[in-house]
């Protein structure tokens, strides 16, 4: 089974809000991904976690702040927001990130559709 | 700097006609090509992960080769089901960064 779920699939939320993002993996992987998708042009990286330890944030701005509470689940915790952050958002996981060598296949949840009024 | 290019940008084939979709990269130290198909509003939903030139992996209709250079999806007698925007990704450098897509090929395959 290589399932990553999401939830929620769609969101609407205001400027002044505050949400989560939820992304659960049961495969055994240990590294996840955060992933940020404007239409028509393909992900990008926002946040890698290894071993439940932040290693890679892509110079994101701090409304976007991550949080890995077990090697299952990644959030992602949304404040402030502005209209252009609205995306779909991935979430992906992986074996585990490695230094050096062949690197392990991603595999990505169905997303969410944020939408920033 | 890393850069991975594909080509073409959209492509429409008839019901049955074979072509391929290029991916191009420019990248130091290829640690994995990975390719996805991503229907409209989803996530990508992995097909192949390459590692070494005149490597060759396939999937029902699909075949992927890679060079020094770039790698090919290869559709043979697609259907309309195989209509996706399909995506190829690189890994580069030392440690698990550089994880970089490509535009994408946005395939129509009509009946």
């Known amino acids: 089974d290589t399932e990553v779920t999401q939830t929620p699939k769609h969101l609407v939320m205001g400027m002044t809000n505050k949400k989560s993002l939820k992304c659960e993996q049961h495969?055994?992987?240990?590294?996840m991904y955060w992933y940020k998708q404007k239409a028509k042009k393909p992900p990008e990286l926002m946040f890698v976690y290894s071993y439940e330890k932040l290693s890679i944030n892509e110079s994101v701005p701090s409304r976007f702040s991550p949080e890995c509470p077990n090697s299952s689940l990644l959030n992602l915790h949304l404040h402030a927001l502005q209209p252009e952050d609205s995306a779909l958002y991935l979430c992906a996981s992986s074996q585990e990130v490695l230094a050096g060598g062949r690197q392990e296949t991603q595999y990505f949840g169905p997303g969410t559709r944020l939408l920033v009024l | 700097e890393d850069q991975v290019t594909q080509s073409p940008e959209a492509l429409r084939l008839q019901e049955g006609e074979s072509s391929s979709l290029n991916c191009s990269y420019t990248v130091s130290g290829l640690r994995g090509l990975f390719w996805y198909r991503q229907d409209p509003g989803k996530g990508p939903e992995f097909l192949f992960t390459?590692?070494?030139a005149g490597e060759e992996k396939e999937k029902e209709r699909l075949k992927a080769t890679l060079t020094k250079k770039e790698s090919f999806l290869h559709i043979t007698a697609p259907k309309p089901e195989d209509s996706a925007t399909y995506l190829c990704?690189?890994?580069?450098?030392?440690?698990?960064?550089?994880?970089?897509f490509g535009p994408g090929t946005r395939l129509s395959v009509l009946p």
């Open positions: 390459l590692y070494s």
């Open positions: 990704a690189v890994q580069a450098g030392n440690y698990g960064q550089n994880f970089v």
């Open positions: 495969m055994g992987h240990r590294a």
